[in-house]
Each structure stands twice: as structure tokens, then as C-alpha cells.
Nanobody
Framework: QVQLVQSGGGLVQAGGSLRLSCVVSRGTFSSYAMGWFRQAPGKEREFVAA????????VYVDSVKGRFAISRDNAKKTVDLQMNSLKPEDTAVYFC??????????????????WGQGTQVTVSS
């Protein structure tokens, strides 16, 4: 069974930076496209960023373009989300996701195969 374990997150002032990491155990990491989603209180989970199997293609939701960067290291089986210029509206629980299908891990269709446990990111104004 593939497991996704997240780390990072926390409390930061607006304009600051945080880095989230997700390590994947078991399975062949390079066979999964990876993504990050977030869920703010009272809102539905939304797509944030995705990266394909070898890091050749990345996709971002418009609200984070130019501020967030997703990356992966297939040797270490990790995917990171570097978040810069954070805003209070970025406050949410962030989840990493893994799926063999790049479009699925963007939330376009289908059910994502694996999720991380979630980590809180709080941005104070």
C-alpha cells in the first residue's frame, strides 16, 4: 500500500514563505504524477499544483502562479511545494496527492488514488 507522509507547514506572517514536503513510501514513485490540494474552513478542497512523473510539466491554479513552485525528486521519492509571498487567503489544510494519471492528480477527472494526511498552513495578516 502506497503511503504519503507530509511535513512542513505552520504559522507565518503575510509575505513570508513556507515549504511543504511529501515523501512516498512503497510503490514506484516515478509511476505517479503528484499534486497538492488545499481545503480552507467551510470550503471544498481545491487543486493547487501538479507535476508530472519526471518533473517535465507543472500546472498551477491561477491564484498561486508566480508564488508557489512544485518540484519532485524521484531518487528521494519526495514532492515539495515551495510557497512564497504567502497571503492570508492561502490559509488552509494542504494535502499531497498521487495518481498514475496526470489529469486526475489535477482534479480534472477520476478519483485520486492516494492522499497525504494533511498539514495546516496559517498565514496571519
Amino acid at each position: 500500500q502506497v503511503q504519503l507522509v507530509q511535513s512542513g507547514g505552520g504559522l507565518v506572517q503575510a509575505g513570508g514563505s513556507l515549504r511543504l514536503s511529501c515523501v512516498v513510501s512503497r510503490g514506484t514513485f516515478s509511476s505517479y504524477a503528484m499534486g497538492w490540494f488545499r481545503q480552507a474552513p467551510g470550503k471544498e478542497r481545491e487543486f493547487v499544483a501538479a507535476i508530472d512523473w519526471y518533473g517535465g510539466s507543472t500546472v498551477y491554479v491561477d491564484s498561486v502562479k508566480g508564488r508557489f513552485a512544485i518540484s519532485r525528486d524521484n531518487a528521494k521519492k519526495t514532492v515539495d511545494l515551495q510557497m512564497n509571498s504567502l497571503k492570508p487567503e492561502d490559509t488552509a489544510v494542504y494535502f499531497c496527492a498521487a495518481d498514475p494519471n496526470f489529469r486526475t492528480v489535477q482534479g480534472i477527472f477520476g478519483q485520486i488514488a492516494y492522499w497525504g494526511q494533511g498539514t495546516q498552513v496559517t498565514v496571519s495578516s
